[in-house]
């Protein structure tokens, strides 16, 4: 499909195009409530409450400072639509900094009896996710100064949720090739009581709901781990490198390339049944995040595949591409080392991130 000419002045248009983008951000507030969980749209009539000062910076401090238990309610989305809705108990024991003591638990998943096949299922899910379902797939302000350079705040109508009042707001992203969200934000202590997550078109991809909120935690005791995978954090790409014998084939992406996005975090997984190790980086725009992960040693995935037989070696630089509503993967690999690009379905640009891995992997 090719542009449409058009005499119209360059000044109209990008006025129209603002307008076209505050009307749908308008609609989209509005409709959230048709498409996902019902919100009362009037203030409740208990005695007022003390409000904090809406902002982003309001939205980030809130989980630092505030302990709070939740039980809500998590919407699983695929191509085909709702595929099942959890509920779940959050307790967040706050500790003044961006990574508090927390617990995501299950509880139900909503029209399956206990004890069932499904039951069963979405138990052994949280027993293995949960942790990544709270800090990865749910709505954070990751970085601050980096989400008010990115992001703007659009706030509309007062609503209820979880008997408590809260304002809707729509977080708007500079650019459209990421999600936009939609979060009901708790008028006394600025906690997301609602968040429900869009693409580009409109498309709802995720929406986790509070049911119930009080601020106090109480954590229960933590089980012995049983995990087999070691991770340490280090504070920059090089003094990761130190733990790789044979580091050469390692590649940090330019930052020109990954544009808003930056270096947030550095890690190296271990698994201690193999030894194996691989290196994981994380980017954000303050909000969105995605991972870079890269395993030296690993198997080459596509070496069966008739593209990287013969005649056909023109063609075996292979990405592999897996996409659906929650996220987006890109898999390729080069000289020894497999690469993993990770992150939210919307992020559109995440093809073109991994593209420019690779050709730095094959320069290199």
């Known amino acids: 499909m090719h542009p449409a000419t058009s ?25 959230v409530v048709a498409q996902g969980a019902p919100a009362k749209s009037a203030v409740p009539q208990p ?3 003390t409000s904090v000062a809406l902002s982003l910076q309001s939205i980030y ?4 400072q505030q302990d709070h238990t939740m039980v ?10 709702l595929i099942a809705t959890v509920r779940e108990q959050l ?21 399956q009896l206990p004890g069932s096949p499904a039951d069963l299922q979405w138990a052994q899910t949280y027993a293995t996710h949960a942790k990544s379902f709270y800090l990865d797939a749910s709505f954070h302000i990751r970085d601050l100064a980096q989400a008010q350079q990115n992001y703007t705040l659009h706030s509309f109508a007062p609503v209820v949720r979880a008997n408590r009042s809260a304002t809707r707001v729509v977080i708007f992203p500079a650019r ?62 090089s003094a990761a490198l130190t733990q790789f014998e044979s580091a050469d084939a390692l590649v940090e992406p330019d930052s020109l390339s990954v544009g808003e996005y930056q270096l947030s975090s550095v890690s190296v997984r271990e698994d201690l049944l193999n030894q194996r190790r691989s290196l994981q980086l994380t980017y954000t725009d303050g909000v969105d995040e995605f991972f870079v992960i890269e395993e030296p040693g690993a ?10 037989q013969g005649a056909a070696g023109a063609n ?3 990405i592999a591409r897996y996409s659906d509503h929650s996220m987006r993967v890109l898999l390729f690999w080069e000289d020894g080392v497999s690469f993993q690009l990770a992150g939210r379905g919307a992020l559109a640009r995440l093809d073109a991130f991994a593209r420019d891995v690779y050709t730095k992997a094959l320069l290199d």
């Open 91 to 111: 307790i967040v024991d706050a500790n003044g900094t961006p990574s508090p003591n927390f617990e995501l638990s299950y509880i139900s998943v909503e029209g």
């Open 7 to 31: 005499a119209r002045p360059a000044g109209r248009s990008r006025a129209i195009a603002a307008l076209r983008s505050v009307m749908g951000v308008a609609l989209l507030a509005v409709a």
């Open 47 to 49: 005695a007022p409450i």
């Open 299 to 308: 198997a080459h995935p596509f070496a069966g595949l008739p593209s990287q």
């Open 176 to 237: 459209l090739d990421k999600a936009i969200w939609v979060v009901d934000v708790d008028m006394q202590t600025s906690l997301p009581l609602y968040a429900a997550e869009f693409d580009r078109q409109f498309r709802l991809l995720s929406e986790v709901e509070v049911l119930s909120c009080v601020l106090t935690a109480q954590l229960p005791p933590s089980p012995p781990s049983s995990s087999t995978v070691v991770s340490t954090v280090y504070n920059s790409f």
């Open 72 to 81: 809500q309610r998590r919407r699983f989305f695929s191509g085909q639509g």
């Open 61 to 64: 401090q809130a989980p630092l």
């Open 316 to 318: 075996a630089n292979t």
